[in-house]
Structure formats: C-alpha cells, structure tokens
C-alpha cells in the first residue's frame, strides 16, 4: 500500500506533471538570471565546450592576507573581488576564473599577517594563468583587480601576453572609480582602508567591518607604510589606515561600488569586442587611462 492510494491515477500522473514542469521553470528561471559561468563548478568536458576563441575569461584578483587596519579584516580585498565576481556573473557572458588571492603588495609587510609576492613573481602567476587557459581556445582576458599596487605587476604581464596574441585588460581602480570618489569624499587624503574602502564595505558586507575601531591616521609620504614614525619620507601608520575610515557610510559606499561594477562591465564587453591580434601585437594590452 502507498501514500497515493485512493488518489485517481489521472489526477496523480497530472500532478507530478505539474510538479517536474515547475522545478523545470525555476531551473531555467536560474540559469536565464545569471549569465556567467564558474570555471571551478564545471567538468573538464564542460570547460572544453565554454573555453572557446570567443569566450572572455575573467580572473578575480584581491588580497586575502593584507592588512586594512583595525576595524576591517586582512581578507577585504579577496571580499571585494569576490563580491564583483557575483555581479559580473549575473551580467556578462564569461568565464569566471577562479579568485587569485596573492599578488605585489609591497607597502604593507610591516603589520603581521600581511603578504606580498615578489613583482616578478606576481606577473608570471597571471601570464601562466592566462597562457594555461588560452591553450584551450580563449585569448581575451580580463583581470577584475582590486589592487592599486598589483597594476605594477598587472601592465608588464600584458605586455609579455601580448607578444602570444593574447589580450589581457585589467580593472585600474584610479580611473574606474576616481571621478565618483571625488564627489563623495569628505577626508583630507587617503587611499587604503579610509573612507572610501570602509564606505565600500559597509555596503558590500557591513558584518565585516567594526566602526568602533575605525580611526583617523593620515600622515602624507611615500610608499611603504611604516608602523612607526621615521625620516625617511615614508607613510606613518600605526593603524595601517591611510585617510580617515570614521567618515565613511553605506550610501558613500553604494554610489562608489556601483560605479566600479559599471567600468568593470564596460571594461570586459569593450574587450570583448577587441580585435586579437598576431604574435607580437600590443593593442589592447592595457587599459585606457592605465597608469
């Protein structure tokens, strides 16, 4: 004896019809709202079917071990690349590489738990990343950066990409985001873990961040950072802050991450649409307004 017993075959056949055509619906409602695919979720049968001459391939870079001062965590990069990543794929027509979480973050190495690899090292991690996947049909791919250091390591390795064929474009936060920091922000200077960036995170992931530690510490100079006070013309930080993180709010935030996911669109359909050129061509290796 069953569950369905007294239930009239035709009525229970023209239930589970019902049922299998629903989960189909919100099956295909899914697949139709997000756009991108995840390299990592697929079999290599199925990345051999993505992994085409067509395909853009985009590879999330931020730091998971670099510090952004008392009130934010040393993965804040990495949550940031993370969080464009799930934008990007619900609105572009990529692959999504998995997250780099290493790269030259040279100014930092004084607070512990920061970590920065060699320059040399950081442009050949990308180029044998993008040299790997290319030898399966892409040669357009995007670096959706979240470093301001990491172009140092980011516009050599498009150079060396070039000289394959290959096209390797790269979010620069400098001109992604600059015109919309200018209107929003209230500090005196700054550039790391300030107003700009907590503002960013309060709208991103407000539990990451702990506005009772943020803090004010600018104090111009050049990279690096120094946690203690020198002559030497460097940037004094005891906090690691640089700019004044107690100005920052959501809506500040909102209006800066929202114009970075723009550019970061923009930026990948204009490469989709570039032309690859032969061995030894340039164009298109580095973004306009790269630094």
Sequence with gaps: ????????????????????????????????????????QLAWPQAEKVLTPDTVVVIPLGAQSKEHGPHLPLANDWNIAEYLKQRVLQSADVVIAPTVNYSYYPAFVEYPGSTSLRLETARDLIVDICRGLAHFGPHRFYVLNTGISTVRALRPAAE??????????????????????????????????????????????????????????????????????????????????????????????????EAMVTAVLSDIEALRKAPVGAAGATDGGVPKGSP
């Design 1 to 40: 004896m069953t569950k369905f017993q007294g239930i009239p075959r035709l009525l229970l056949c023209a239930s589970l019809v019902v049922l299998v055509m629903f989960a189909t619906a919100q099956a295909g409602g899914r697949q139709a709202s997000q756009k991108g695919v995840l390299l990592e």
């Design 160 to 257: 060396i990409l070039a000289q394959d064929g290959i096209l390797l474009h790269y979010t620069d936060l400098m001109v992604a985001t600059g015109e919309v920091e200018k209107q929003v922000s209230q500090q005196e200077g700054g550039t790391h873990a300030d107003e700009i960036e907590t503002s960013m995170m309060l709208y991103i992931a407000p539990k990451t961040v702990d506005m009772s530690k943020a803090v004010k510490d600018y104090h111009p100079g050049r990279s690096p950072f120094s946690r203690t006070p020198t002559d030497g013309g460097v940037i004094y930080s005891a906090s690691g802050v640089y700019g004044d993180a107690t100005l920052a709010t959501r809506a500040k935030g909102q209006r800066v991450v």
